[in-house]
């Protein structure tokens, strides 16, 4: 380097080098935005209809030593709550839609800090809740059309 440069404080470098680094942010920049939607976590798709998982949120909402309701929409199948005992209680939401066989389930539950025990806590009561409602169910009899 010249003296010149050093009392300066300007480096220059050299075309080559700088466009192989130009290219090399774009490769990082390129791996990390084209991965971020591998992180995001998809709508959850139950195997079962979307009046039966209802029922099934709408029982694991009806417990007040968990949910305080805010609003229900049981045609649209939606309902706004905050969890119970948040120091912070914010406006979380659950929606139904219907989904090729299944039904899929949009649930968006604030909190503050990596630990995400509420969300896990209503997917955990809502699998419950959901297996309780099966069991409940009476069996198909052998044979049976579904029309009488």
Partial sequence: MAPQELRSGVVTVPGALREAM????????FVLFSSVPAFAKS??????SCDVLW??????LGNPNDFNI???DDAGQ?????????????KDMVALAAHDSGCA????????????SDERGFRNRL?????????????????????E
């Avoid at 709508?43 to 079962?48: G, K, N, T």
């Avoid at 699998?127 to 069996?139: G, I, R, V, Y």
Wanted: charge should be positive; avoid cysteine; charged fraction near 15%.
């Fill in 70 to 72: 805010l609003v229900v």
């Fill in 22 to 29: 130009h290219k090399a942010l774009a490769a990082i920049l």
């Fill in 127 to 147: 699998n419950k809740s959901l297996a309780k409602l099966q069991a409940a169910k009476p069996a198909k009899p052998a044979g049976a059309t579904g029309q």
């Fill in 55 to 60: 029922a099934a949120v709408m029982n694991t």
């Fill in 105 to 116: 389930m949009k649930l968006t539950i604030f909190q503050v800090g990596a630990d995400n």
């Fill in 78 to 90: 939606k309902a706004s709550f905050v969890v119970v005992g948040e120091t912070t209680p914010y």
């Fill in 43 to 48: 709508h959850d798709i139950f195997p079962v």
